[in-house]
């Protein structure tokens, strides 16, 4: 069974730093692409970052790019999503979701929330 | 980037009603779209993937047509499960976006 869990959420203070990790299990993580999708308390859906499967291809969303940095490690089949400079509005539940050769997300992890308030 | 607008925001309807949701994306995005459903506390689940494609669990009452700027979701016949948020997502253009949500509620 394909099974995402992501960790790492907190609370901090703007301007603050955090590292968002996502393990994988049930499949070779080194198959998929992967991406970040985050949800703000009670709103819609926004894509964060994605990065193909070897690595060598990265996106950002041009409201985080420069400020976070998606990362990958296939051989210990984790994902991670480096935040730094936080902003209120980053405030959100961040889920890891795969994607296959087409960019729609299949496979999701249940979610981390991060707050980033004073 | 590309806005991709769906409607109602909200849906009032009664177990073993039609049900349509629709999305228009600002340019043409092709068939590069999916369907999530999403309920309260949960993960998003995909319903749809290339416009039209169902993917694989999910039950047939769900159905997906269009193409080019213009997308609906259509559930067939409501069921006491479906209630819950729905979303369309454009996968043709970096960055990907997603619609505002729709969400069905019971009548």
């Known amino acids: 069974e394909v099974q995402l869990v992501e960790s790492g959420g907190d609370l901090v203070q703007p301007g603050g730093s955090l590292r968002l990790s996502c393990a994988a299990s049930?499949?070779?993580?080194?198959?998929?692409?992967m991406n970040w999708v985050r949800q703000a308390p009670g709103k819609g859906l926004q894509w964060v970052s994605y990065?193909?499967?070897?690595?060598?291809?990265?996106y950002y969303a041009g409201s985080v790019k420069g400020r976070f940095t998606i990362s990958r490690d296939n051989a210990k089949n984790s994902l991670f999503l480096q935040m730094d400079s936080l902003r209120d509005e980053d405030t959100a539940v961040y889920y890891c979701?795969?994607?296959?050769?087409?960019?729609?997300?299949?496979?999701w992890g249940q979610g981390t929330l991060v707050t980033v308030s004073s | 980037d590309i806005q991709m607008t769906q409607s109602p925001s909200t849906l009032s309807a009664s177990v073993g009603d039609k049900v349509t949701i629709t999305c228009r994306a600002s340019?043409?995005?092709?068939?590069?779209l999916a369907w999530y459903q999403q309920k309260p506390g949960k993960a998003p689940k995909v319903l749809i993937y290339?416009?039209?494609s169902l993917e694989s669990g999910v039950p047939s009452r769900f159905s997906g047509s269009g193409s080019g700027t213009e997308f609906t979701l259509t559930i067939s016949s409501l069921q006491p499960d479906d209630f819950a948020t729905y979303y369309c997502?454009?996968?043709?253009?970096?960055?990907?976006?997603f619609g505002q949500g729709t969400k069905v509620d019971i009548k």
């Open positions: 340019q043409s995005i092709s068939s590069w």
């Open positions: 290339q416009a039209s």
């Open positions: 997502q454009q996968y043709n253009v970096y960055p990907w976006t």
């Open positions: 049930g499949f070779t993580l080194s198959s998929y692409s």
């Open positions: 979701a795969t994607a296959g050769t087409y960019a729609w997300f299949r496979h």
């Open positions: 990065i193909s499967s070897g690595g060598s291809t990265i």
